[in-house]
């Protein structure tokens, strides 16, 4: 693997997964007023429609329609992964 992210990777569950949980807690401090949840939703939604985007899939006007029903999975895969982390690393 040459690069650490590809818009392929981040198209996938994964990929967008793990790139909304990293930019989640880069900007979660900054935005500290508004609900993480909401904060996670959005980046998920930026980054599954760039992503889509970049390789070819923005076809048709459903591709964009269940983007936004992705980005709900994707931000509370985000959310409890990140739950998880902090829940081990409480523990040790």
Known sequence: MNEFFT???LATFAGAVTATTILTQFVKGALSKVPTQ???YIIALV???VATAATGGAGDWAVWAIISLNA???SVASNRTFSVVQRIKGKK
């Open 7 to 9: 818009w392929t990777f």
């Open 47 to 49: 980054v599954l429609a």
């Open 72 to 74: 709900v999975l994707v």
């Open 38 to 40: 909401i904060v996670s």
